[in-house]
């Protein structure tokens, strides 16, 4: 799965992605090719600022029936604000995703009585 926000790109991780992840510091909780947790585990790249190098990571873990981001960028991504930018992307990804808890109604329709 791809998706391409604002200034960010995140993109499915490959096993050519390891030593981009080492040189990141990209702790084993985030690691997107270790971590079994992380459902649809992406590499957050930036490529209009830093083209070629891994701004972080980011992925979707199933928690009492919901989708909850999970992110994590290097030290040097940190302050410009795309944590939220990253959170809204995995938001719109997740909302493509069937329901985690297994029920087929994603979004219940309020039953309406006329009066």
């Known amino acids: 799965m791809f998706f391409r926000s604002e200034n960010t790109f995140l993109r ?3 096993p050519e992605d390891r ?3 080492d040189r990141a510091g990209v702790p084993a909780a985030s690691d997107p090719l270790r ?3 992380l459902t649809h585990a992406l590499m957050v790249t930036l ?3 830093a083209p070629g190098r891994v701004a972080g990571t980011a992925g ?4 009492n029936g919901r989708w909850l981001p999970r992110i994590w960028l290097a030290s040097a991504f940190r302050h410009l604000g795309l944590f939220e930018e990253i ?3 995995l938001m719109a990804i997740s909302d ?3 329901d985690p808890s297994g029920s087929s109604v994603r979004n219940p329709v309020p039953q309406l009585a006329a009066a």
């Open 19 to 21: 030593p981009a992840l």
């Open 60 to 63: 979707l873990v199933a928690r």
């Open 96 to 98: 493509q995703l069937p």
């Open 87 to 89: 959170e809204d992307a």
């Open 35 to 37: 971590q079994a947790e």
């Open 12 to 14: 499915p991780a490959w």
């Open 47 to 49: 490529p209009t600022i």
